[in-house]
């Protein structure tokens, strides 16, 4: 095939061309010679050869090639268009599974909230997980016509493509995120500023800006503005971890390059027939779980010394609204160390685990990477979405319903509570999990491939097996080093509770330091 030109005709060398193309407002031309109105212009395409259909069919291959890939890119901002309305589906205050989230807590209270919401998140896993395979599926249909030629994976550079394409939505994703914490926020600023309990506030608004304040009018858009709030973020959330999980793939694939030799060896590796790939595959689905409960467990107990130090420490006169300054910012205290602790324990597990794993074998980690995006997707929308449905449940019999103080705003609030940690901790911490483990990963195989090259692949599996026994000690603290005391009796629970008030009022240290 011969070269591709650009310069200027005032230039050219008598006959060194023998086909020219151009391009103007009706769209390209060609001719053997270049037109007089062209040479102004400065520059035309210039083919070098004598092949006059080969030009034509070049050309026209590359102009479809350029519609292929943005159809590819589109495939991905479809994806962060559609996700979201699909989440709406299953937490929106008025979908069918947030309603039949309230009127199971009507007949069966806690128990029945909790399990609708959770029948709502694994549909929701499913609808999504489902729509993410067809425009995956339609990107790499898409690469097998065209891009075969001039890549040797032309599946895996679309679902980069796609994963460009999800990041278009980027500032919406970021604008309906932002959009839930603010609505949450003002309400929570209301109702703990206790404005209508002021002496004579109605007269001074009236006064001062010619209205007269309509309280419940207030909290009841509040509230309502609350639930839309929340169901922004529960459709940001997939989008988000979507773009994780894409991305991760694509970033796997570069590993397997290096490993592979551009693909040209150890192919045979990246298939279940291989034994460490497949260990690779089940390891990566354990420590996803193993993430879920230590985030999880950090909230927990966490929120069990607040509330230890609330029934220890705070006590209200009947007449009064609020707790002192002093006390309430030893409950905030207390729920930052523990949120801390939590984050900085978690963080030290991964990174050992990351290191011990990428040092045991190079196509274990790379079944384990893959395991991690695959288990991490569904989990973290499972838990996003369940979360959320329990949160608008709770929305729907507060506003719609007007309900509060009865048991089935009890049991709502069970269900909330439950959520919380759900929507709010590991599943938007399982995003940042999966690139921290995959861009760090990439540099750990490289380091471990590297030594092992040297003549040291001793070396690299003792490495191995002494980072894991770190990161074991690390999971270990994160569940047991962490957890609430448990006791079979009553009476003993109750003693109990009242020794850890004790300790929690005298030692500010969390449980771990003192353990």
Same mark, same amino acid.
């Given at each position: 095939?011969?070269?591709?030109?650009?310069?200027?005709?005032?230039?050219?060398?008598?006959?060194?061309?023998?086909?020219?193309?151009?391009?103007?407002?009706?769209?390209?031309?060609?001719?053997?010679?270049?037109?007089?109105?062209?040479?102004?212009?400065?520059?035309?395409?210039?083919?070098?050869?004598?092949?006059?259909?080969?030009?034509?069919?070049?050309?026209d291959r590359c102009a479809g090639l350029w519609l292929r890939l943005a159809t590819i890119i589109t495939c991905g901002t479809l994806a962060g268009a559609l996700i979201p309305e699909l989440v709406k589906v299953f937490t929106?205050?008025?979908?069918?599974?947030?309603?039949?989230?309230?009127?199971?807590?009507?007949?069966?209270?806690?128990?029945?909230?909790?399990?609708?919401?959770?029948?709502?998140?694994?549909?929701?896993?499913?609808?999504?997980?489902?729509?993410?395979?067809?425009?995956?599926?339609?990107?790499?249909?898409?690469?097998?016509?065209? /891009?075969?030629?001039?890549?040797?994976?032309?599946?895996?550079? #679309?679902? +980069?493509? =796609?994963? &460009?394409? *999800?990041? $278009?939505?980027?500032?919406?994703?970021?604008?309906?995120?932002?959009?839930?914490?603010?609505?949450?926020?003002?309400?929570?600023?209301?109702?703990?500023?206790?404005?209508?309990?002021?002496?004579?506030?109605?007269?001074?608004?009236?006064?001062?800006?010619?209205?007269?304040?309509?309280?419940?009018?207030?909290?009841?858009?509040?509230?309502?503005?609350?639930?839309?709030?929340?169901?922004?973020?529960?459709?940001?959330?997939?989008?988000?971890?979507?773009?994780?999980?894409?991305?991760?793939?694509?970033?796997?694939?570069?590993?397997?390059?290096?490993?592979?030799?551009?693909?040209?060896?150890?192919?045979?590796?990246?298939? /279940?027939?291989?034994?460490?790939?497949?260990?690779?595959?089940? #390891?990566? +689905?354990? =420590?996803? &779980?193993? *993430?879920? $409960?230590?985030?999880?467990?950090?909230?927990?107990?966490?929120?069990?010394?607040?509330?230890?130090?609330?029934?220890?420490?705070?006590?209200?006169?009947?007449?009064?609204?609020?707790?002192?300054?002093?006390?309430?910012?030893?409950?905030?205290?207390?729920?930052?160390?523990?949120?801390?602790?939590?984050?900085?324990?978690?963080?030290?597990?991964?990174?050992?685990?990351?290191?011990?794993?990428?040092?045991?074998?190079?196509?274990?980690?790379?079944?384990?990477?893959?395991?991690?995006?695959?288990?991490?997707?569904?989990?973290?929308?499972?838990?996003?979405?369940?979360?959320?449905?329990?949160?608008?449940?709770?929305?729907?019999?507060?506003?719609?319903?007007?309900?509060?103080?009865?048991?089935?705003?009890?049991?709502?609030?069970?269900?909330?509570?439950?959520?919380?940690?759900?929507?709010?901790?590991?599943?938007?911490?399982?995003?940042?999990?999966?690139?921290?483990?995959?861009?760090?990963?990439?540099?750990?195989?490289?380091?471990?491939?590297?030594?092992?090259?040297?003549?040291?692949?001793?070396?690299?599996?003792?490495?191995?097996?002494?980072?894991?026994?770190?990161?074991?000690?690390?999971?270990?603290?994160?569940?047991?080093?962490?957890?609430?005391?448990?006791?079979?009796?009553?009476?003993?629970?109750?003693?109990?509770?009242?020794?850890?008030?004790?300790?929690?009022?005298?030692?500010?240290?969390?449980?771990?330091?003192?353990?």
């Open positions: 095939m011969a070269d591709w030109f650009a310069r200027p005709l005032t230039a050219r060398p008598e006959g060194e061309f023998t086909a020219y193309a151009w391009a103007d407002h009706t769209g390209w031309h060609f001719a053997p010679e270049p037109p007089e109105h062209v040479i102004p212009t400065g520059h035309v395409w210039a083919w070098g050869g004598n092949d006059w259909a080969a030009w034509r069919e070049e050309t929106s205050t008025g979908s069918q599974h947030v309603r039949e989230t309230v009127k199971s807590s009507r007949q069966g209270g806690a128990s029945l909230n909790i399990l609708s919401g959770v029948v709502a998140g694994d549909f929701s896993a499913f609808w999504l997980g489902i729509t993410v395979v067809g425009l995956m599926g339609g990107a790499f249909l898409l690469s097998g016509s065209g /891009l075969e030629g001039i890549m040797a994976a032309p599946a895996v550079f #679309a679902f +980069g493509l =796609v994963a &460009f394409g *999800f990041l $278009g939505m980027g500032p919406v994703t970021i604008a309906v995120d932002s959009y839930g914490p603010v609505t949450d926020n003002a309400q929570s600023v209301y109702e703990l500023s206790r404005i209508e309990d002021i002496d004579d506030v109605d007269a001074q608004i009236r006064r001062d800006f010619g209205f007269a304040p309509r309280w419940e009018r207030a909290k009841y858009l509040l509230e309502d503005n609350d639930g839309a709030g929340n169901t922004f973020k529960a459709t940001a959330k997939p989008v988000l971890i979507g773009t994780a999980v894409v991305g991760a793939t694509t970033m796997i694939f570069s590993i397997i390059i290096g490993l592979t030799d551009h693909l040209s060896r150890g192919i045979e590796n990246l298939s /279940l027939m291989h034994a460490p790939f497949l260990l690779g595959l089940i #390891a990566g +689905g354990a =420590v996803v &779980f193993w *993430f879920s $409960g230590a985030s999880i467990q950090a909230v927990t107990t966490g929120a069990n010394r607040a509330v230890a130090f609330i029934k220890k420490s705070i006590h209200l006169d009947a007449g009064a609204q609020r707790a002192s300054v002093e006390d309430s910012r030893r409950v905030v205290e207390i729920c930052t160390q523990y949120a801390q602790q939590g984050m900085l324990t978690i963080f030290l597990a991964v990174f050992f685990a990351t290191l011990s794993l990428a040092f045991v074998e190079p196509f274990f980690f790379i079944g384990y990477l893959v395991s991690i995006a695959v288990f991490g997707l569904y989990q973290a929308i499972y838990m996003a979405n369940t979360g959320g449905a329990w949160d608008n449940a709770k929305k729907v019999v507060e506003v719609d319903l007007h309900m509060k103080g009865t048991a089935l705003h009890d049991a709502s609030i069970v269900g909330d509570t439950v959520g919380d940690p759900f929507k709010d901790t590991s599943s938007v911490a399982l995003n940042p999990i999966i690139k921290f483990t995959t861009l760090f990963g990439l540099l750990a195989v490289e380091l471990a491939v590297s030594i092992s090259e040297q003549g040291l692949g001793t070396l690299v599996h003792v490495l191995a097996a002494a980072f894991f026994l770190v990161a074991l000690f690390f999971i270990h603290r994160s569940f047991y080093g962490m957890r609430i005391p448990a006791r079979t009796n009553d009476d003993e629970i109750g003693a109990e509770d009242s020794e850890d008030d004790s300790e929690d009022s005298e030692n500010s240290e969390p449980m771990e330091a003192r353990s």
